[in-house]
């Protein structure tokens, strides 16, 4: 069992940056891959970066590709997004979900909004 704790989010201004967390409890966290995925009113949940074990293969969509960026570290069992120039578009609840073979965990969320 894995549980996850995002935190981070908040109301920023167009052009900003913003750094979100989550942190994993429960054992084998390297072991998961780790991603990021937003969701904004009315629209379905999507992928917003994702980060393999060792970290050395990351995926991100051609939306957030050169603004976000995700890391981790195993130590800390800990997942980060930085999200910089950001616009009004990334405005959505972020979830953190890790995943192994046919196994998903997600967490609670956190609201981002991009606002002036």
């Known amino acids: 069992q894995v549980q996850l704790v995002e935190s981070g989010g908040a109301l920023v201004q167009p052009g900003g940056s913003l750094r979100l967390s989550c942190v994993a409890s429960?054992?084998?966290?390297?072991?998961?891959?780790m991603s990021w995925y937003r969701q904004a009113p009315g629209e379905e949940r999507e992928l917003v970066a994702r980060?393999?074990?060792?970290?050395?293969?990351?995926i991100y969509p051609d939306s957030v590709k050169g603004r976000f960026t995700i890391s981790r570290d195993n130590v800390k069992n800990t997942v980060y997004l930085q999200m910089n120039s950001v616009r009004s578009e990334d405005t959505a609840v972020y979830y953190c979900?890790?995943?192994?073979?046919?196994?998903?965990?997600w967490g609670q969320g956190t609201q981002v909004t991009v606002s002036s």
């Open positions: 429960g054992s084998a966290f390297s072991s998961y891959a």
């Open positions: 980060i393999y074990t060792t970290g050395s293969t990351v």
């Open positions: 979900n890790a995943f192994r073979y046919t196994t998903n965990y």
